[in-house]
T-cell receptor, first 114, second 111 residues
């Protein structure tokens, strides 16, 4: 199994809603990532988890709250988002967080904030 | 922060043509990655390069790690319609986990 899965594929939410994005991998990878991608732009790193511990937070607003319940799962909890947070949210994983470890991406969740 | 600039920004080519694109940086990279992204999907890894001067192929795709370690090149031979998409170069920067993506090259293939 060389796949990273993400649910849901699409999500529409209001600014007062609370929702969660989910990511799962069964490759035994110990590093997992959240990226945000706006239209016609490259992905931008948000968070990195290494061995289930948060190792990098790229100054992401607190309305985005990541969680890594175990080595296979990564969640992104969303609360009080703004319309400018609408984007494609990508999850990725790699064997470890080493420089030579290739990151494999999921298909993304297309988020629209109304 | 470090920036990766890709050129061309977009290309319109005919099926069967060869394609060349490149990625340049103002600083040295020790790893170069090439990804392809289809609309509404996540990036898919095409080729990974780990050594200056390295030339690696994956089917019709060939990528090279520039000897200055500040650039990389991707060639696609005999393009087909499914080659349509955005091609990103990427490399780890700063701490090990941070992957910086290039600006992307959008490829359109006409029949």
């Amino acid at each position: 199994d060389t796949e990273v899965t993400q649910t849901p594929k699409h999500l529409v939410m209001g600014m007062t809603n609370k929702k969660s994005l989910k990511c799962e991998q069964h490759m035994g990878h110990r590093a997992m990532y959240w990226y945000k991608q706006k239209a016609k732009k490259p992905p931008e790193l948000m968070f990195v988890y290494s061995y289930e511990k948060l190792s990098i937070n790229e100054s992401v607003p607190s309305r985005f709250s990541p969680e890594c319940p175990n080595s296979s799962l990564l969640n992104l909890h969303l609360h009080a988002l703004q319309p400018e947070d609408s984007a494609l949210y990508l999850c990725a994983s790699s064997p470890t967080s080493g420089k030579k470890d290739t990151q494999y991406f999921g298909p993304g969740t297309r988020l629209t904030v109304l | 922060g470090q920036q990766l600039n890709q050129s061309p920004q977009s290309m319109f080519i005919q099926e069967g043509e060869d394609v060349s694109m490149n990625c340049t940086s103002s600083s040295i990279f020790n790893t170069w990655l090439w990804y392809k992204q289809d609309p509404g999907e996540g990036p898919v890894l095409l080729i990974a390069l780990y050594k200056a001067g390295e030339l690696t192929s994956n089917g019709r795709l060939t990528a090279q790690f520039g000897i200055t370690r500040k650039d990389s090149f991707l060639n696609i031979s005999a393009s087909i319609p499914s080659d349509v998409g955005i091609y990103f170069c990427a490399g780890p920067t700063g701490t090990a986990s941070k992957l910086t993506f290039g600006t992307g090259t959008r490829l359109q293939v006409t029949l």
